[in-house]
């Protein structure tokens, strides 16, 4: 894993502020296609951020100013996740979608979410290999060095 520089300290307990706040959990499922000549495949990964507004804010409103700044703070996160070296994966962020997301598994609250899909750098067709898995494994522990939940908010 890539050694964390000298502002790692600071970075994570603003990361930790953010994630409290925010509630943030994640889920990781497996990005799945379909070729014609071969059917559908796994090729990557897809880890989803969702997060929520502020206590006592407004209910939340898709593309309202507060589901923005949700956005922002997931994309904070996002960015801190993400390993720094050169590897043969790529990730790609989901653009802001105004849009308010439930789950049961999360008992219905109201999200907004950001979506990392990590994925070859090339050969984007090639199933997934032991780089893709490696990056997923090492973002998983990141977020969880920081507060976030793996699936429900449980505190």
């Known amino acids: 894993m890539d050694q964390p520089d000298m502002h790692d300290g600071e970075n994570i307990l603003a990361l930790r502020g953010i994630v409290e706040q925010r509630q943030v959990c994640f889920d990781a499922f497996r990005e799945r296609v379909g070729f014609q000549a071969l059917g559908p495949r796994a090729i990557g990964y897809e880890l989803v951020l969702s997060g929520i507004h502020a206590r006592g804010s407004h209910p939340p409103m898709p593309g309202c100013e507060l589901c923005r700044d949700v956005y922002d703070d997931l994309t904070a996160i996002a960015e801190w996740i993400l390993p720094t070296e050169h590897r ?50 090492e973002m998983k522990d990141r977020l969880k060095q920081i507060g976030a939940c793996d699936g429900e908010w449980k505190r």
């Open 88 to 137: 043969p994966s790529s990730y790609q962020f989901e653009p802001y979608r105004p849009i308010i997301r439930a789950t049961r598994k999360r008992r219905l609250r109201h999200e907004v979410t950001l979506s990392i899909r990590i994925l070859h750098r090339d050969h984007y067709e090639e199933p997934i290999d032991k780089c893709e898995t490696r990056c997923l494994v």
